[in-house]
């Protein structure tokens, strides 16, 4: 069964710290999508790496795709209350028909 | 423009019973696709219209079915709820089909089946 495993399960940091959060797969994919969720609103898609080894980075935020395409991490650097969610990993599936997620990372940021 | 909006937005079911979503992609996106969250299973894809046909199911019994209008809303339905049916139901929709566009999330419907 394909898999997305996302670490830690839950993260509570104070404001201006630095975290990192892993999605790991046994599985190769074509690409891997991060998205946050905010408490009663739907997932966000922040970024898609598509290229082993790949690093993108939105704002605070460094997004990187491991070089065999099975794993990625998301570096937030001084960590603000806004930073506060859900983060999910997604990849498509195996038989390319869907997305699969990872179950995520709750982040509680506190000021 | 307007997001994607679903009603409603909770609901509180008993055992047995059945019931419909709905969800209004924004305007333009023909793919519609629903999920169920869960804080135990995460996010797990249901299934995805595509132009008023079912494109994909995920692993879910029957008695979970949808359907997609001519205008791109969508409704999902599940029969003879069950207590492990309560969870977050989220739809997104795309301009393309779910693996080749941007998915953009509404809020959900957060059904209790008691």
């Known amino acids: 069964t394909q898999l997305l495993e996302q670490s830690p399960q839950f993260l509570s940091i104070q404001e201006g710290e630095n975290l990192t959060v892993y999605c790991n797969s046994s599985s190769v994919f074509s690409s891997l999508q991060w998205y946050r969720q905010e408490p009663g609103e739907g997932p966000v898609l922040l970024v898609t790496v598509v290229t082993g080894g790949e690093v993108k980075k939105l704002k605070r935020l460094t997004f990187q795709f491991g070089d065999a395409r099975k794993d990625s991490s998301l570096h937030i650097t001084a960590a603000q209350p806004g930073d506060t969610g859900l983060y999910l990993c997604?990849?498509?599936?195996?038989?390319?028909?869907?997305?699969?997620f990872g179950k995520g990372t709750t982040l509680s940021v506190s000021s | 423009k307007a997001g994607v909006t679903q009603t409603p937005r909770y609901l509180i079911k008993t055992r047995g019973q059945q019931v419909t979503l709905s969800c209004s992609p924004i305007s333009g996106h023909r793919s519609v696709s629903w999920y169920q969250q869960t804080p135990g299973q995460g996010l797990q894809f249901l299934f995805e219209y595509f132009s008023e046909t079912q494109r994909n199911k995920g692993n879910f019994p029957g008695r979970f079915s949808g359907r997609q209008f001519s205008n791109s809303r969508s409704e999902m339905n599940v029969s003879t709820l069950e207590l492990g049916d309560s969870a977050l139901y989220l739809c997104?929709?795309?301009?393309?089909?779910?693996?080749?566009?941007?998915?953009?999330f509404g809020p959900g419907t957060r059904l209790t089946v008691l």
């Open positions: 997104a929709s795309s301009l393309g089909t779910v693996l080749s566009a941007e998915q953009f």
């Open positions: 997604a990849g498509e599936n195996q038989a390319g028909t869907a997305l699969i």
